[in-house]
């Protein structure tokens, strides 16, 4: 378990370094913005961004009917820390994964997917010898070609399937296209999410045909949820990333009147190293950032640039003419993707104007299996 | 903190997915390896690489002076563990941060760097205040271009201000060349690390002929370490690596005569969703495995590939008349660099021939301060 890097009341420049940091002003506007832009449906934030029980509380006090996440140990730690609602995103197969998740069914609204026959059998199974329930809704291959079925045939199949068993309840589809969220233009990512829409349409009409209900599509991120509430199909939108936004999604070109969700996460890192007028180097490389959608980059400052990072170093280039950096100075990074990053750290330093008002556990980080 | 994934003498099929597994007859080879073949010079293996205290006791038990590390949060955590001597190669310049690193100076032998005369005094200070000494070397750039000095005049000015101060000793030059380790010929990392020698040597004769002693030069890593030992100046080595491997120092070419180091380290995945004949899903992505020096290789199974990863899953493509893969089956990855994998996770399982021998802690998890 890590150090708490800082104490309430603290001024942010005595939090220890490297440390995550949210704005909560800003935190509050996006939690507030997204709650009010998708008052017309139920909203159902992704929990794997902050793995965070007091975000989660933060979202279901503004309306959010429970959160998504991952994994079981993710939803474990949310159920301890008293979330009731609770929709595991992904497909469950192991055994042991599927008894801890029908002891959570005991205790709090737990949903499932599958995207197979075989493991609603187990689901079934498992749920009947405890003695509890759980939401199952069939996955859809909506254009991100992860995992899900995309023929009518199958989706019909395990509706069925679902539907005969006991110990499962079947809720509708899941339609998620993790791979629109990024796409730059908006024009491309109204393009796929109208496609995505349109094949979730027509599987609940097969399975309404085949004289089952079909009562949620659920799915959206926070590169598209707009598409997905004014499609006339969604009836509820998954989005995470909102509360914080990265590098990586402040690259995505808004739409016209699309809602603006603010930068709120950073990793407050401190200079180490002078070695020259035009390079510096901080205390947080691959250890303290996740770098799958690039670089870091520098927030509030100009004439720095996060260029390289090792282990436990980020090389800063400092452009001539800059003003020169300072041994042991303050440099606040934009992570390039919010959600990996967050699971590197144990704490989130929650900061407003300048003072920490609160450090907030990370219960679910690392929470893998 | 991660549920612990496994039993001691549960057979490995039976370890929960996602988990960071060693296989223990290659990592005692690896090991003993490195300890033959440096038994010449001082060993002190680089600790940022496994962050378990288990591991660097073994190091120490097969002749390893003591260890490095990078932060004063994971110097703690080994200290803590009874490590009794570490070297810190990293600048510490933060206040708080050098209050740590002289309160572990009076249970352990700690070192660390230097590329500035101010934080000297700031090192001097505290430690006489605390009643107890640090070792400091000065850090010299021998071609990484990250941090350190390279001109005779500043290393000769921190050397003799190290010398004159109280509570701090002047032990010699951290002269560690990361930018070589992975250079992909045997040659270009030859030269790479006879330049960097030669820059080591010529700096010490600076430091002795202005009157001081310099006592040891002290760097290398897992890739280049057998031209620093055969260097004639080098007098402790800091491989880190060695122990796990991985997919990224597989791709370098070896050297004639090299000792071969065998990859110990996995991440043990399973099949979550099968949803064609050509492409399996499993259940680690980005937070189960460090993505920067590339994708993960599969160990030990033709015919699939990992392709792509997203926040908890990751895709492999099944060649055609490959096996195919089942719900549930297990897939071991070789981490693309296991550093910041390790990083990752609180527990190492430990198996023997198909069976879990020990679960480590991975005390220094984390660690970022």
């Known amino acids: ?165 006991r110990g499962v309840r079947f809720r509708g589809l899941h339609a998620y296209h993790g791979a629109a969220q990024h796409l730059r233009e908006p024009q491309a990512r109204a393009e796929a999410i109208a496609v995505a829409a349109g094949i979730a349409r027509r599987l609940r009409e097969r399975i309404v045909a085949s004289g089952m209900r079909c009562d949620i599509v659920t799915g959206a991120g926070s590169g598209t949820w707009r598409f997905e509430r004014d499609s006339g199909v969604y009836d509820e939108l998954q989005p995470g990333s909102y509360v914080f936004m990265d590098a990586d999604y402040a690259r995505n070109v808004p739409a016209e009147g699309d809602v603006r969700f603010e930068q709120s996460l950073f990793v407050v890192a401190a200079v180490m190293s002078v070695p020259s007028g035009e390079q510096a180097v901080v205390d947080a490389g691959l250890k303290a950032l996740s770098f799958d959608s690039g670089l870091p980059q520098i927030a509030a400052r100009d004439g720095i640039e996060y260029v390289k990072a090792s282990d436990e170093h980020g090389v800063l280039r400092v452009v001539p003419h800059a003003s020169p950096l300072a041994l042991d100075e303050r440099v606040w990074l934009v992570p390039g993707h919010c959600d990996p990053t967050v699971n590197l750290y144990d704490w989130l330093v929650a900061v407003r104007k300048g003072v920490v008002e609160d450090v907030w556990p990370i219960e679910a980080r690392g929470a893998l299996g």
């Open 1 to 165: 378990m890590q150090r708490i890097p800082a104490r309430i009341g603290d001024r942010v420049d005595d939090i220890e370094t490297p440390a995550l940091v949210v704005d909560l002003d800003r935190f509050e506007r996006n939690i507030e913005r997204m709650a009010q832009a998708t008052n017309a449906l139920r909203l159902r934030p992704h929990a794997k961004s902050h793995k965070c029980a007091t975000i989660a509380k933060s979202q279901i006090a503004r309306g959010a009917v429970g959160i998504c996440c991952q994994k079981t140990d993710e939803a474990a730690a949310f159920v301890d820390a008293g979330v009731r609602d609770v929709l595991v995103t992904n497909e469950i197969v192991a055994p042991r994964k599927i008894g801890r998740l029908v002891d959570l069914a005991r205790r709090a609204t737990i949903g499932v997917l599958v995207d197979a026959l075989q493991p609603v059998a187990m689901l079934a199974h498992a749920a009947q010898r405890a003695e509890t329930a759980l939401d199952v809704y069939v996955e859809i291959d909506v254009g991100a070609r992860r995992c899900g079925v995309s023929s009518g045939d199958a989706v019909v199949d395990l509706a069925r399937a679902i539907s005969d068993a």
